[in-house]
């Protein structure tokens, strides 16, 4: 039997503990080996072109470069999945806000943190796993799914939104560019959008922060008991799950610590399948790219709760995983590539 081909990784940190923490909590995969290490970009860029990594974690605080910049000469010369390291400050959580979306996969957090070594050691290889096979260069059209309907784009003056709705979006690897593009494109008169997004505390301050900057509609990251209201979207916090809940006044969201689900806290099971408790048939659906199968259960409890459901399709996804997993099981009405994902939203919108 021909043994399988190990993810190649190269771990660049000017720190020599990151560099030791991060290469050692990789040891004895059997999956993935560290290749090499770099403590600055000049040293990462030869080393990238002599050991031809699969992956590469870069520090966004380093000397000579930093790591954002070294990023975007990555993206333009020699295109590879890179997972940003970053600490957890408000002006390096919005530099990695901002390396997601010049081309880096994934954000993780420094170690030493937040996490315990076995902690770090399941969330860094799976980050590695699911950037391995990220597609750099996405295409933005494919052919159809079978026996899935393709979507059909309403011009957005002609649509009649009916602003009761909920639109519940998720995502994993990929998903802070793809939920971008969706929310750039949503009129201001939008319905209420929650969103689940896999990232780590601290990111998702930053992330919503960032999107209510780019989009017509305002965005925030959720507090518990914010109301879902017409042209607001609420971006659940990392570490917490997000839940739909009805109150009196409407629908509000309740955000709790609570188990991983899918190995994810927060998950976009427990999104969507509180969505299909509380809205039924009167929400939208929308699964975008990541790695695993986190959504696909709640995706199948909202459309046979009445829902209309909506996944990006594969030639548009960095990671493939989670739009498959619910296309197999038979959760979605509707597939598009992403950046027909909003005309589709609000064409289901204006059909209910």
Not at 60 to 78: A, N
Not at 213 to 224: G, M
Not at 237 to 259: C, D, T
Request: net charge positive; with cysteine.
């Amino acid at each position: 039997m021909i043994e399988a081909r190990k993810i190649r990784v190269l771990v660049v940190d000017d720190s020599a503990i990151v560099r030791k923490l991060l290469s050692e909590s990789l040891a004895n995969l059997p999956d993935i080996e560290v290749v090499g290490t770099a403590p600055d970009p000049y040293i990462a860029r030869d080393k990238i072109l002599a050991l031809s990594p699969d992956v590469v974690t870069l520090d966004i605080e380093m000397p000579r470069m930093d790591g954002l910049t070294f990023l975007k000469k990555i993206m333009r010369h020699h295109p590879l999945p890179v997972i940003v390291i970053s600490s957890l400050g408000q002006a390096s959580s919005r530099t990695a806000i901002e390396a997601l979306s010049n081309g880096a996969v994934d954000v993780l957090c420094k170690p030493g943190g937040p996490y315990s070594v076995g902690e770090l050691s399941r969330i860094l290889s799976d980050k590695v796993r699911a950037a391995a096979v990220a597609r750099i260069n996405r295409a933005a059209n494919s052919e159809s799914t079978p026996g899935v309907a393709r979507a059909t784009q309403p011009r957005k003056e002609q649509v009649a939104l009916r602003q009761s709705t909920v639109v519940a979006i998720g995502a994993s690897t990929g998903g802070t560019e793809a939920i971008s593009t969706v929310l750039r494109e949503m009129p201001a008169a939008a319905p209420g959008i929650v969103v689940t997004q896999h990232i780590p505390a601290g990111f998702s301050l930053a992330f919503a922060n960032r999107l209510n900057q780019l989009c017509a509609i305002e965005v925030r990251e959720a507090v518990d008991g914010d109301a879902v209201k017409p042209g607001l979207a609420l971006i659940a916090p990392g570490n917490f799950h997000m839940f739909l809940k009805r109150s009196r006044q409407g629908y509000v969201v309740a955000v709790k610590s609570g188990p991983r689900v899918c190995y994810q806290r927060p998950s976009v099971d427990v999104l969507f399948s509180s969505v299909a408790e509380v809205a039924g048939a009167d929400a939208v659906g929308v699964i975008l790219t990541g790695m695993g199968a986190d959504g696909a259960e709640g995706l199948l409890k909202m459309k046979n709760a009445g829902a209309h459901t909506i996944a990006q399709d594969e030639a548009s996804c960095v990671v493939f995983g989670m739009p498959r997993e619910a296309i197999r099981n038979g959760s979605v009405k509707e597939v598009a590539p992403l950046p027909q994902i909003a005309g589709a939203i609000l064409g289901s919108l204006s059909r209910l």
